[in-house]
């Protein structure tokens, strides 16, 4: 009995630094939009983050609460890389005017573009359960 045990143990343990040193050697892929381009969604984040988006706007219902939920932004009808471009140029009600380049305007854009497409925003559309995950409500 004793002897089986063992083996079992030396077993599960082989089989977990194998699986292990798998996931470092081989880790798992994503899948990833082949319409953006990776380098530019990564410049378009530092736009972001230079410029402190992120204290007035939100992604997925958290940042800033001054400013709109630019989740979904770039699909919304009438939006897009020409509307955001005048925005971010002129302003608007609390929005101040900001000195971006057209080359950070783009790659904002393209990060913008990048949020878009992975999912919706609308936290009303989601509810939590009884064990506290939290799920998307099939009626809104």
């Not at 402190?52 to 979904?72: A, I, K, R, V």
């Not at 064990?131 to 009626?139: A, L, N, P, R, T």
Request: aromatic share 14%; net charge positive; charged share 25%.
């Amino acid at each position: 009995m004793r002897f089986k045990a063992r083996h079992i143990f030396l077993m599960l343990s082989t089989l977990f630094l194998a699986y292990s040193f798998s996931i470092y050697l081989h880790p798992f892929s994503t899948a990833y939009d082949k319409r953006l381009n990776r380098e530019l969604v990564s410049e378009g984040r530092l736009v972001w983050q230079k410029y402190n988006c992120q204290s007035c706007h939100q992604f997925y219902g958290l940042g800033g609460y001054l400013g709109p939920d630019l989740t979904n932004f770039m699909s919304a009808p009438g939006r897009g890389e020409p509307f955001l471009k005048a925005m971010v140029k002129s302003g608007i009600k609390q929005m101040p005017a900001f000195d971006l380049t057209d080359d950070e305007i783009h790659k904002l854009a393209e990060f913008l573009r990048a949020t878009d497409l992975s999912g919706r925003a609308d936290p009303r559309a989601f509810k939590t359960n009884n064990i506290g995950m939290i799920e998307q409500d099939e009626y809104k």
